[in-house]
């Protein structure tokens, strides 16, 4: 009987726990993308943000930047 007790008490121990790791990755990517500032150049006329998008760039006294 007190096996049988441990058994189902380390069973449920072992689901809360497996529960207790869980993210919301979706909530934090939608955060992430509202402040995006700034991007890498990649070719004379284009870049990428830091969202993964392509943009595009010209070249003003000297340095790159976005065109609107």
């Known amino acids: 009987m007190v096996?049988?007790?441990i058994i189902v008490g380390i069973a449920?121990?072992?689901?809360i726990?497996?529960?207790?790791?869980f993210k919301n990755i979706e909530a934090k990517e939608i955060a992430?993308?509202?402040?995006?500032?700034?991007?890498?150049?990649?070719e004379v006329d284009k870049?990428?943000?830091c969202n993964?998008?392509?943009?595009?760039l010209t070249?003003?006294?000297g340095f790159f930047e976005r065109v609107n």
Do not use: F, H, Q
């Not at 449920?12 to 689901?15: P, R």
């Open 52 to 56: 993964g998008d392509t943009i595009k």
């Open 3 to 5: 096996r049988s007790v």
């Open 12 to 15: 449920v121990t072992t689901i």
């Open 47 to 49: 870049g990428i943000d």
């Open 17 to 21: 726990l497996s529960g207790a790791n």
């Open 32 to 42: 992430e993308k509202k402040n995006c500032r700034g991007y890498s150049v990649i």
């Open 59 to 61: 070249k003003v006294n």
